[in-house]
C-alpha cells in the first residue's frame, strides 16, 4: 500500500464503517485477524526471548498508558494492547481489541469490540473496560502520556450502548481519533487498573512476573491470549543496557537475542558473526531541540543560524552510516499533508554568521544536553559541535545518563528522538502548549505563530482531506520559518538480531524490531 494519509483510508461521509477487511485488503491480517507469520517457516513454540534496550534507568515504568524510554516502550507493548492498530506500512487497521467502527458524524464514533477477549487474569474485556481506558489517560492529574490527545473528546459522555459498544462522542470534531486509539499508549486496562507496582494486567501476549527498574522485566505466555496460536516464547526478558557497545558485545556474545539501535557502523560486523540486521526505513526523527522561549533561540535569528550550520546529508553519512534520508525541519513525512514544496534547506554558514552576528551572537557558545536513548542522539550531537565550528559557535556536547529525569524538557538545547506519526498525531504529542513532550516550548506566545493553536484545532474540525492539507500547510509554513527543531534527516530503524529470531519484517512504524514483535507475538526461535 503506498503511503496515504491515514485519514484518507478512515474518514469522509458520515456513517463510514471501517471493519477487518481493510486491513485484509492491505495483506497484513489473516482472516482470523492475526498478522500473517512470514520469514521463517513454520512457527514453533517455546524459549526465552531475550532483548537488550538502552535509554532507561532507576525511573523505568510500567504502565499500559505511559512511557518514557525505549524500555518502557518494550515492556508496555508485551502486556498491553489498543482498540486499532497500524500495520507495517503505518496505515490503519481494525486488526485490534476493537472489531470496527464507525464514525457516526464529526463529533461522534461508536466502536464496536471484539467479543471474546480476555484479560490476563481470566476477566472477560468488555466496554465498561474501555471506559476506564480512556477516562484514565483523560485525567490530567494521572500524568499520561495520550493526555493531551483527549482534549476533543467528550470525556463525560462517553457511555457503553451494550456489552461490547461503546458511544465516543467528542466535544469538537477530531479527525484524528481514530490514529489516536491506534497509539500504543492507548492500551486498554481493567477496571480499577493502576501502574506498577500494581498488578500489570492487560490483554497482551505476555503477563509480567518481574521487574527491577533500571534493570530488567521478566514476563510469561499469556494462557488466556485470544489470538489463536499465538504467541510463540515461553518468557519474555527485556534487559536495560547503559550503552550500545554493551548491547552489540551481549548479541555478539549470545547473551540477548535481540538489540534495538544496532548502531550502523556495526552493521557489517555483526551480519560477518552470522547475525542479522533488520533495516526499516520509517518517519522516525532525532531532532535537536532549541526552545523559543529560552536565550539565546528566543531571537528568531539564532534558530535561522543554528538551522544554516547543518550539513545534511553528511550528517547522514557519519551519524547514520546513510541509513536515513534528508529531513526539512518538518516531521511526518509519509503523512499526506506533509508540504514537500517548501525550500529544502541547505549549509549556509556565511549566512549563519551574518544571521549571528545580527543577533548580537557572534561568538556563541552553548551547552547541548544528550544521552543514548536512541541510535543517533549522542553521535549527532558530536558531528554538530564539529560543524557549528565554521560558524564560530561552540557547542559544548553534555552526554548525561539520566537526561530524562527531572530537567528533561526544560533544556534550551537538547536531542531528542521521535517515531513515524501522522503530522496532527505528532504536533498533538510535541508542538502544543499542553503537549507531553514539547521540548521546543512551540509555538510563540505572541506575535507570528501564535496562531498555531488556532490553526491545529481548524485542522482538526476540517472534514474535507483538501481542506486540511491547507491549513496543515499553514502550519508547516509557521513551523518551517519560526520554529524550534532542527530535524537533519528521517532515520531508518536498525535493529539487530540472532539469526534464530524468526517472523521479523521491515516496518515504517514507530517501534523498533516490527513493533517489537507485534508485542513478541509474531515472532519465534526456528
Known sequence: MTDLSRRQVITGAAGLVVVGGLAAACGTTTSSGSVSATGGGTPKRGGNFRLGVTGGGSKDLFDGQNIITKPDQARLVSAFETLLTFDD?????????????????????????????????????????????????????????????????????????DKYTVLLPLNTPDSTIPQTLAGYTFGIVPVGYQAYPHPQIGTGAYKLTSFTPGQQSVSERNPNYWRSGEPYFDTVTIIDFSDSTAQVNALLGGQIDAMTDLPPSQVKVVQSRG????????????????????????????????????????IIEQVLSGYGFVGNDLYAPFDAGYDHALPQRTQDIGEAKSLLKAAGHANLS?????????????????????????????????NDPNYYGN????LAFSVDFWGTRGYLNQVQQGSLPNSPYNETHWPPKSGTGSNFVSLYNQALAATDPAKRTEIEYEMQQLEYDLGGYIIPFFNNLVDGYSSQVKGLQPSKGTLNLDSFGHGYRTIWFG
Not at 547475525?275 to 532525532?286: D, E, F, R
Not at 543514548?372 to 553534555?398: H, K, R
Open 275 to 314: 547475525l542479522q540486521a533488520l533495516v526499516s526505513k520509517t518517519g522516525g526523527w532525532i531532532p535537536l531541540c532549541m526552545a523559543i522561549d529560552m536565550p539565546p533561540f528566543d531571537d528568531v535569528r539564532v534558530r535561522q543560524a543554528m538551522r544554516l550550520i547543518v550539513d545534511r546529508q553528511g
Open 407 to 410: 530537567e528533561y524538557l526544560k
Open 89 to 161: 506500512n503505518y496505515q490503519l487497521t481494525t486488526d485490534g481489541l476493537a472489531e470496527s467502527y464507525t464514525q457516526d458524524n464529526p463529533k461522534q464514533y461508536t466502536i464496536h469490540l471484539r467479543q471474546g477477549v480476555e484479560f490476563q487474569n481470566g476477566k472477560t474485556m468488555t466496554a465498561d473496560d474501555v471506559i476506564y481506558s480512556i477516562k484514565r489517560i483523560a485525567t490530567k492529574g494521572n500524568g499520561l502520556t495520550g493526555y493531551s490527545a483527549t482534549a476533543t473528546i467528550d470525556v463525560a459522555g462517553i457511555k457503553a450502548l
Open 366 to 398: 552553548i551547552d547541548l544536553h544528550t544521552t543514548n536513548g536512541a541510535a543517533g542522539m549522542v553521535e549527532l550531537a558530536t558531528v554538530f559541535q564539529a560543524q557549528a565550528q565554521a560558524a564560530g559557535v561552540t557547542v559544548n556536547v553534555l
